[in-house]
């Protein structure tokens, strides 16, 4: 054996050991992935020199002396794979599914053909591996065709089927409830979330609960959740590890259409629609694009059978207010409060209950103050979700890409009626993100890139605080349940900034100071009055003898009970060095960093929580790979570095009864 080999089985003793200290992971952060074989002939002879590309692009590969190419870096999904080599016929598959983070392996073997004779394509259909060989932690993986063929419209519902997996039971009626998922047995906010390539998890994690984005099923190309031990490229995380790529358009024009709907003829259906579709395709030579919209609306909910017998009566304005003397002991103080009459529409039951009313003066309430009544169905709460996403992509040279996508996706609900006014809630997300792949130096043996992303996050969320009088007028009956109009808001960032004037006052308890929505020193004048609040005592008898579901119908209550909004956008950077030094070892280096800009409140009557921070967070990370065929090793170190730039009071950790 000569000192060649010694050398090579030395080296890969040493990286097997450090596999086994480090602890085995996989390359699966990364939002691309690598094909692999070798190219023989019919007597299983390598063929040097032959390529093998992916067709409609330029990512290829060429064969050394044995007959192996690679070729990294491919962005996931189904592909037509090419092998050629002069005086042969060229062998063309379709149908490998390329999988992200993982190696599949593609052979190829070739006839030789007569010289002078025109070019032969042979093609036939790849057999794709249940499992990839390469897969060497526990990970469940999903594609967007298998996702078809479940019964389920969000992407976490599909998760939830994995094992290590478990999703909290969505108990909302709106169109954009979603489980939230448990991996591995920690909480449902320790997981870490990457998209194509870069983490988009919410750096406030519990402390409050902002908006997280939303991907549509028909948007996404494949995605995996790791339950076992996880990449040194990944961090922030406690939980598992979530991946997801969205598509990218192929070289072929596709596309798709659905609909559905509940609306229902008769008293059973809530009416909930929805419109799906997607189109992508080329654009120029070896640029595709891909776009897909997805939206929900739903313009009621359903209250079951025999729900029709029991209507519900709702405030829907202020009919007369009267000012009346406040009473202590039987004599009347010198204030006064002025008490509420509302007129009250029926929003769901018998369509018919006012129809009896003859006077003119009493139009209004014959014609249900303009409100719909739909048997069973609460129809004053319309919501409304929409998820689009795009990507462009364009390859060149021998493996270098770009690419740059865009998903957002955001909700918006009536939330119901109280003190005469219509509440409402409204958050979105959005995702930017570039990527920049360049082949530095490449051969049939060995290749080296560069992988740089920069991504903007920006995400925002209002709860709790009333609309505004023409918002809530032209919001009340949206088309099919679409509520895609931006709603408008009484207190809203804009007119109650969150900025550091309110942090200060809070934390000083500054009461006669800009704290709430609300008068902090005389919180009592807010609390509900049993004598003027509630439903009205008619109501309460119901109508025909049937008891009428009458709730939040007037009364006391403060502006900004429950009120909370929360902003927080992220910078994202990243860069890789991705070195393929031979057929058996591929190294990885690279830094993140993420700055984000979060700033929160949730009010009440008991106080105002708030936050306004600008934390950082860096990690850099090395990994090597040590493919040997049957043998998979990976071993790989990591460094975090995170500065929270918080306030802290005096002499922190220590707490005082008198802090100031």
């Known amino acids: 054996m000569n000192h060649d080999c010694w050398k090579a089985i030395a080296r890969r003793i040493v990286m097997a050991g450090m596999a086994l200290v480090t602890g085995a992971t996989v390359l699966s952060a990364q939002a691309t992935g690598k094909v692999e074989g070798h190219v023989k002939d019919a007597q299983e002879k390598p063929i040097a020199n032959a390529t093998v590309f992916i067709v409609g692009s330029a990512f290829s590969g060429t064969t050394n002396a044995s007959g192996y190419y690679f070729i990294n870096n491919i962005p996931p999904g189904l592909v037509v794979i090419r092998a050629a080599y002069p005086g ?34 042979v093609k036939g259909a790849a057999q794709n591996a249940l499992v990839p060989r390469d897969q060497v932690t526990s990970k469940q993986s999903i594609n967007g065709d298998f996702v078809d063929k479940l019964p389920v419209d969000r992407l976490n519902a599909a998760f939830a089927f994995q094992p290590g997996v478990t999703a909290s039971v969505c108990n909302s009626s709106a169109s954009s409830c979603s489980p939230s998922l448990s991996v591995r047995g920690g909480r449902t906010d320790e997981q870490a979330t990457y998209l194509d390539g870069v983490p988009v998890s919410a750096g406030s994690r519990s402390l409050f ?5 939303g991907i549509a099923t028909n948007a996404f190309e494949d995605a995996s959740i790791t339950t076992g031990a996880s990449s040194s490229e990944f961090g922030n995380a406690q939980g598992g590890i979530i991946n997801i790529t969205t598509k990218t358009g192929g070289s072929k024009y596709s596309g798709s259409v659905n609909y559905e709907t509940t609306n229902l003829p008769g008293r059973y259906g809530s009416n909930f629609n929805m419109f799906q579709g997607s189109f992508g395709g080329p654009i120029a030579k070896n640029f595709t694009f891909f776009t897909s919209a997805r939206i929900e609306g739903a313009q009621s909910s359903n209250s079951g059978y025999g729900g029709w017998n029991r209507p519900s009566f709702t405030a829907v304005k202020i009919d007369t207010t009267y000012r ?28 018919k209950n006012f129809s009896f009313v003859q006077n003119a003066t009493l139009a209004d309430m014959r014609n249900n103050y303009g409100y719909s009544c739909a048997a069973n169905r609460t129809a004053t709460n319309p919501g409304g979700t929409y998820y689009l996403s795009g990507k462009l992509n364009y390859t060149f040279g021998r493996g270098s ?173 990243k860069i890789n060095i991705d070195a393929q030094l031979d057929q058996y070892n591929r ?71 008198r802090p100031g």
């Open 88 to 121: 042969y016929n060229a062998r063309e598959l379709s149908g490998l599914r390329v999988t992200t983070g993982q190696t599949i392996t593609q052979d190829f073997t070739l006839e030789q053909r007569a010289q002078n004779v025109t070019e032969i394509v």
């Open 209 to 213: 609960s902002p908006p997280n984005l």
């Open 324 to 351: 009346l003397g406040r009473t202590a002991g039987g004599n009347i103080r010198s204030d006064s409060i002025d008490v509420n009459v509302y007129d009250y529409a029926v929003t769901k039951g018998d369509c």
């Open 401 to 573: 890409r770009m690419a740059l996508s865009y998903n957002t996706s955001g909700t918006q609900n009536r939330n119901g009626l109280s003190d005469g006014r219509t509440f409402g809630s409204q958050s979105f997300s959005n995702v930017a993100t570039l990527n920049w792949t360049q082949t530095l130096t490449r051969s049939a043996n060995r290749s080296v890139s560069l992988d740089a992303y920069l991504s903007y996050q920006w995400n925002n969320d209002i709860n709790g605080s009333p609309l505004t009088a023409s918002s809530e007028a032209s919001t009340r009956s949206p088309w099919m349940g679409f509520l895609l109009k931006p709603l408008k808001f009484e207190f809203n960032p804009s007119n109650f900034p969150l900025d550091s004037t309110l942090i200060y006052n809070v934390l000083f308890n500054r009461a006669n100071h800009r704290i709430g929505l609300i008068d902090k020193t005389n919180t009592s004048q807010y609390n509900g009055n049993s004598s003027y609040g509630g439903c009205a005592p008619d109501v309460n008898a119901g109508y025909n003898g049937l008891q009428p579901a009458c709730s939040n119908a007037g009364g006391g209550g403060g502006n900004d009970i429950g009120l909370s909004y929360d902003h927080e956008n992220r910078t994202v950077g």
């Open 587 to 657: 190294l990885k280096l690279g830094a993140e960093g993420t700055k984000y800009d979060i700033a929160a409140m949730t009010g009440g009557t008991s106080g105002t929580n708030t936050i306004l921070v600008k934390p950082v967070r860096y990690d850099f990370f090395a990994e090597d790979r040590l493919d040997l065929g049957d043998v998979v090793l990976v071993g790989g170190l990591r460094y975090d570095y995170y500065w929270s730039k918080a306030w802290r009071w005096r002499d922190f950790p220590r707490i005082s009864t």
